[in-house]
């Protein structure tokens, strides 16, 4: 069984920055894409970034390229969001997802970390 947890979040400034962890366990990921995803209050969840476990192919949401960067390794099992710049649009809580790669629905979550910037 897939584990995914979370951990890094927090209360930051404005044009500041955060690193957020994803811990995963319970199968080996090749053949998988790891992923971030972000709720805010009252809005609907949405796709922040991805890797692939084995290449380290990535991908971004429009609204986070040139400030978030995500990376892998392997070694530890971690899934990193590196967040700089960071805005008050960027607060939510922010999810770690992994799906096979071919399918097209992530269907293992972490509980969450919450971010919050403050203007």
């Known amino acids: 069984q897939v584990q995914l947890v979370e951990s890094g979040g927090g209360l930051v400034q404005a044009g500041g920055s955060l690193r957020l962890s994803c811990a995963a366990s319970g199968r080996t990921f090749t053949g998988y894409s790891m992923a971030w995803f972000r709720q805010a209050p009252g809005k609907e969840r949405e796709f922040v970034a991805s890797?692939?476990?084995?290449?380290?192919?990535?991908y971004y949401a429009d609204s986070v390229k040139g400030r978030f960067t995500i990376s892998r390794d392997n070694a530890k099992n971690m899934v990193l969001l590196q967040m700089n710049s960071l805005k008050p649009e960027d607060t939510a809580v922010y999810y770690c997802?992994?799906?096979?790669?071919?399918?097209?629905?992530?269907?293992?979550w972490g509980q969450g970390t919450q971010v919050t910037v403050s203007s």
């Open positions: 997802a992994v799906r096979k790669i071919g399918n097209s629905e992530y269907d293992s």
């Open positions: 890797i692939t476990w084995s290449r380290g192919t990535t």
